[in-house]
């Protein structure tokens, strides 16, 4: 019965984790960037929803959207003005930029924030059912919820939608996309906007489940790299897998070697998944 | 910047000034002196896989943490000599950079990039586990209050890894590592075995990185597994490479001295701005001169201000 419930708890934790890497994935596929800020964008998303949820008193779940638009903006703002200046650089310095990206937001949310901790406190959030003997936390389910249908959103988005598709042209083939008219510089911006809107979202639900403070973001990062890799670059459903596996990793280690080697769990999976296929569990061999 | 005899000319003018630091220098420079030497010394070892090879390690603070622990467990537990110390962390390193190469140097890019900062997370939190290297706790070494030792120390072991890299930059094994970087299977066709030269490099870069962990240790007498295997050293030591200029020899060592001074002046005359000021310098410095210093010094006086705007030219969308 403990081993079920670690297992729902994994899976539950599984899917905010998929959301997290959800928007690094996307960024690190398309535009080939390795994005370190991802975790501050995380964080600025919690901070978003958690001044809307305390100063506006708005439903912490009602707010989501509100904190994509606030933080889609900033990415695009920062694609299209900083980063595109460097995109065809060698790939140390798109690390470098975005890490020196990151201690600047640290440093621009301890100053504005300070550095107490904190976090969205709604009233159900300890509320819990039971179902068949297990004990389901409703604001994990739901986060899980808005976490997997976002996902699937994305996906559709990109197979679908017109710009999902010119944003899939442009990581395919660059030079033949703009020969079809498609304008890079605005679906770099779109794409990267949409990265960190969706890291804004996770922000939001991952204040709702946890503490949040301006120096989360490192070891955000770090795991949603663990997800992105685990999942593979090509497509929002393996990111869900890589997310739930994780978290179910995380878990089950606590539970049966010791709290403290989940690290050593999530990173051996990722040096072995990156020695065994490179290309993600679910990724296709090229 | 690399032609020989502008290099004799820096050492033979620069070398006796830095030994001489101890003793014309107030004790903070000479302090500062210790950390930016080491901190040199991380950015020569990286420049080795990272800058000549082009194999971005995120995983060398693993070899700093190794170093110290090396000098921290034969020094805390065992009662040796720190000598013994850093022989031990050295073996520890070199063993690890080519236990783990083997595997990990097959993969390129971002994917190397990232399965060595997982090693980095993977050996911190076994160490963290580790009995004889004090668990969580860490270990706490004995006092020696020689700034000067090691100060000259520091010293003595930057000397020595630039040493390797100007030897690097004009031997053949060097100029392999220059042929993988710009192209591996060009290189394993002209008939460099690249396995070979790629886990040598890697092991060369332990061991400076290494040396420079142990001398840390015993410097600051306490070591735990946070602090030993620090990741964003890892960081500090690519910026500090890449902000000089990685494939070059002094490249690393003019970044990381002006890196350190830069936020060593900032952050005793403002201490607030300091972790700002560095965010905004590495993002001025990636988009208005990438290649990093020793480009900028040399292609400066052909072009002038104009530099800065060729390399927005070049790399923008």
Not at chain 1, 85 to 98: A, E, G, K
Not at chain 2, 204 to 227: E, H, Q, R
Request: charged share 10%.
């Amino acid at each position: 019965m403990l081993l079920a419930q670690v297992l729902l708890n994994g899976v539950l934790l599984g899917g905010l984790y998929a959301l997290m890497a959800m928007g690094l994935a996307l960024v690190w596929g398309v535009l080939n960037i390795v994005n370190l800020a991802h975790g501050a964008f995380i964080m600025l998303g919690a901070y978003v929803t958690y001044f809307l949820f305390t100063k506006a008193h708005l439903d912490p779940f009602l707010a989501l959207p509100f904190t994509a638009l606030v933080l889609f903006c900033l990415g695009y703002g920062l694609q299209r003005g900083l980063l595109n200046l460097v995109i065809r650089s060698p790939m140390f310095n798109t690390l470098l930029i975005t890490f020196g990206l990151e201690v600047v937001l640290t440093f621009l949310a301890q100053t504005a924030f300070s550095a107490d901790f904190r976090t969205i406190n709604p009233d159900y959030a300890g509320a819990n059912f039971e179902l068949a003997g297990l004990t389901v936390p409703q604001v994990q389910l739901a986060a899980f919820v808005v976490a997997t249908g976002l996902s699937i959103g994305l996906w559709a988005f990109l197979l679908r939608s017109r710009p999902g598709r010119s944003i899939r042209a442009v990581s395919q083939n660059l030079l033949a996309a703009q020969l079809q008219g498609i304008e890079p510089r605005r679906i770099y911006a779109l794409t990267f906007g949409l990265g960190t809107a969706l890291a804004g979202v996770a922000g939001g639900l991952y204040g709702t489940v946890s503490q949040i403070n301006p120096y989360i973001g490192a070891s955000l990062t770090a795991k949603s790299f663990v997800i992105a890799i685990i999942g593979g670059l090509d497509n929002p459903l393996g990111v869900i897998v890589g997310g739930i596996f994780l978290g179910t990793a995380e878990l089950l280690t606590a539970l049966y070697i010791g709290p403290t080697y989940t690290e050593v769990a999530s990173f051996g999976i990722l040096v072995l998944v990156l020695l065994v296929k490179p290309t993600g569990l679910l990724g296709r061999t090229t | 910047m690399t032609s020989p005899a502008r290099i004799v000319l820096i050492a033979l003018v620069g070398v006796p000034l830095l030994v001489a630091v101890p003793w014309i220098g107030t004790p903070v420079v000479v302090q500062f002196g210790i950390n930016m030497l080491l901190m040199a010394t991380l950015a020569q070892g990286w420049n080795i896989i990272g800058g000549y090879t082009g194999y971005s390690s995120f995983g060398n603070s693993v070899f700093f943490g190794l170093g110290a622990y090396g000098v921290g467990i034969a020094m805390a537990q065992f009662d040796q000599p720190f000598w013994a110390g850093l022989g031990l962390g050295l073996l520890l390193a070199v063993g690890f950079a080519l236990v783990i190469g083997l595997p990990v140097l097959r993969l390129k890019g971002h994917y190397f990039a990232i399965a060595t900062l997982g090693l980095a997370e993977v050996v911190t939190a076994i160490v963290s586990n580790i009995p004889i290297a004090g668990q969580n706790v860490g270990l706490v070494l004995p006092l020696l209050k020689s700034d000067v030792l090691f100060y000259e120390l520091a010293l003595g072991l930057l000397l020595l890894s630039t040493l390797v890299v100007f030897w690097l930059s004009r031997s053949r094994f060097g100029l392999g590592l220059i042929a993988i970087r710009e192209n591996e299977e060009a290189a394993a066709a002209m008939g460099v075995c690249t396995t070979r030269y790629k886990i040598l490099a890697f092991m060369l870069s332990a061991a400076l990185t290494s040396l420079a962990g142990g001398i840390n240790a015993y410097y600051i007498t306490f070591i735990d597994p946070a602090g030993a295997f620090d990741i964003t050293l890892n960081v500090k030591m690519i910026i500090m490479a890449v902000f000089g200029g990685p494939g070059t020899v002094l490249g690393p060592v003019a970044g990381a001295l002006l890196l350190s001074l830069v936020s060593e002046i900032l952050s005793s005359k403002v201490t607030n701005i300091a972790g700002f000021f560095f965010g905004a310098v590495i993002i001025a410095a990636v988009v208005l001169m990438p290649r990093g210093l020793s480009d900028l010094i040399r292609q400066f006086r052909g072009t002038g201000w104009r530099y800065f705007l060729q390399n927005i030219r070049d790399h923008r969308l």
